[in-house]
């Protein structure tokens, strides 16, 4: 295929959690992509190693989901889902709610991650006011959390920086359990580590100062992934649904990582044994071909809403929730990811994913290494006086070895199309192991 010339100006676009001005200078540029392989403007091959951003698990351009959007953009290009309805939609939701875990199969679109987040948290206090308990207006977040953009993600997110500029304006009335993240016990743990159920505790003492009845709900995701892979400890996400289930609080599952296979099932929550009340997705949803997310909740909570006059039941919306050219992609992903096993291939791969990421313990500078299905993370001593800089040279020079990485902080994360073979992961380590030798 032949390249299109390198577009030179670069300076309109303001482009998301990126340093412009580095970027600008030395820039990083895509053009085509298939498989599990992207296709730099220079020509060169870049095995993904992470997904895009944790959305491409069918892999790049994939045919069938390409023809479903082509098809769909042609036969209606877009229908309002405000007191009208497409065909689609419905398809979509119900095709998506077979593979839900029981009982969670009431279906809210959105088109992003952050649209999903702040569609659970309206969900969860609206509930509490249908059932007439309006008191429960308290939200709480865990520290390290990533929950999206939007002013209710970053107000029970806690990853400091994402904060720091808003800080005059988050949501009241939110409090934060403490993060999991614990080196020091959990080093080099291959899947849960077995120590640090106890902080999940922390919420009994979060409860009993607001006290129960002012709560409306706890989000976690099941395993935080943007701030670098922290895995939960074993029995930690139980004790959470216990805490919440003992004072009437919603528990939320923000899956917009960990859904559509990441973890080997369908859901990180059955991968991990525990049910929440709603949970977020995106990503993975569509493949990432088109944006759409959705919350998934359970039929109580739906119903609870039902029970009014007759009239709307929720004020909440988008004119895109349920976009026919989502709702296509949506599905053509699915089927996908169904033929081929993929919500599932995650298991029989992780053993080797595993093997392979932990041979790069003893490289140096490396502190941390650890993971679960088909995710992982490698974790640098932060450079004095610069931290963060050792995962950002990581990042730039794995992609100029042909391996794209995602990275936060000091931390490398690793998450690849779910398609991956095992020949392709060793790849990936072995090229990030040459790039870990030289990097100061
Ligand atoms: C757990 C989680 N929630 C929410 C989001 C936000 O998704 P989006 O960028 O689509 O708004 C992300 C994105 O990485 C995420 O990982």
């Given at each position: ?6 577009i030179?100006?670069l ?12 970027f600008?200078a030395?820039?990083?540029l895509?053009e085509?992509?298939?498989g ?10 870049i ?8 959305c491409?698990?069918?892999g790049?351009?994939r ?6 959007i ?9 229908a ?7 065909p689609?939609?419905f398809?979509a939701?119900?095709k ?9 199969d ?11 987040v702040d ?10 006011r ?10 709480i ?11 209710g993600?970053i ?9 720091k ?7 009241p009335s939110v ?29 009994e ?16 995701e099941?395993l935080?992934g ?6 939960p400890?074993?029995g ?6 216990e805490?919440c ?12 990582i ?33 944006p759409?997310?959705?919350v ?20 909440h919306?988008?004119?895109y929730?349920?976009h ?19 919500l599932?291939r995650?298991?029989?791969?992780e053993?080797h994913?595993e093997?392979a ?10 502190i941390d ?8 993370a ?18 730039v020079?794995?992609?100029?070895a042909?391996v794209?990485?995602?990275?936060t ?22 090229m990030v ?8």
């Amino acid at each position: 295929m032949t390249s299109r010339p390198v577009i030179d100006d670069l300076s309109s676009f303001w482009m998301p959690f990126t340093a412009n001005r580095q970027f600008k200078a030395a820039p990083r540029l895509i053009e085509g992509a298939k498989g599990m392989y992207y296709r730099a403007t220079d020509g060169r091959e870049i095995l993904d190693a992470c997904a895009g951003l944790w959305c491409v698990n069918a892999g790049h351009c994939r045919d069938e989901i390409v023809a479903a959007i082509q098809q769909q953009a042609a036969t209606l290009d877009f229908a309002p889902t405000f007191q009208m309805g497409h065909p689609l939609a419905f398809e979509a939701a119900s095709k998506v709610a077979a593979i839900m875990p029981d009982g969670l199969d009431r279906i809210f679109f959105t088109n992003s991650g952050s649209e999903s987040v702040d569609t659970a948290l309206k969900i969860a206090l609206a509930y509490h006011r249908a059932r007439g308990e309006g008191q429960r207006t308290r939200l709480i977040g865990r520290e390290r959390g990533y929950h999206g953009v939007g002013f209710g993600g970053i107000s029970v997110g806690g990853i400091a920086p994402n904060r720091k500029a808003f800080s005059g304006a988050l949501l009241p009335s939110v409090d934060h359990l403490p993060h999991t993240h614990a080196p020091e016990h959990n080093a080099f743990t291959k899947g849960q580590p077995t120590w640090g159920a106890h902080l999940a505790d922390e919420l009994e003492r979060i409860v009993a100062l607001h006290d129960p009845s002012t709560i409306a709900a706890v989000i976690v995701e099941p395993l935080a992934g943007s701030t670098g892979v922290l895995v939960p400890p074993q029995g930690y996400l139980q004790k959470l649904r216990e805490i919440c289930t003992k004072h009437g609080i919603l528990l939320i599952f923000d899956e917009v990582i960990t859904g559509f296979g990441r973890l080997g099932k369908p859901f990180g929550s059955q991968k991990l044994g525990v049910l929440p009340d709603l949970f977020t997705t995106a990503k993975g949803m569509t493949n990432g071909a088109v944006p759409m997310g959705a919350v998934f909740v359970r039929d109580s909570i739906y119903e609870a809403f039902m029970q009014g006059p007759d009239g709307i039941e929720l004020f909440h919306g988008y004119t895109y929730s349920g976009h026919p050219l989502a709702c296509a992609a949506g599905i053509g992903t699915l089927d996908t990811y169904q033929e081929e096993g993929l919500l599932e291939r995650a298991t029989s791969l992780e053993k080797h994913w595993e093997d392979a990421i932990h041979s790069l313990k003893g490289a140096p500078n490396v502190i941390d290494i650890r993971n679960i299905g088909l995710m992982g993370a490698i974790e640098f001593a932060p450079k004095p006086g610069a931290p963060g800089s050792r995962g950002y040279n990581a990042l730039v020079k794995c992609f100029e070895a042909g391996v794209l990485t995602r990275y936060t902080a000091d931390t490398l994360a690793f998450s690849p199309p779910l398609i991956v073979q095992k020949t392709q992961i060793d790849q990936i380590f072995e090229m990030v192991g040459k790039v870990l030798k030289t990097l100061d």
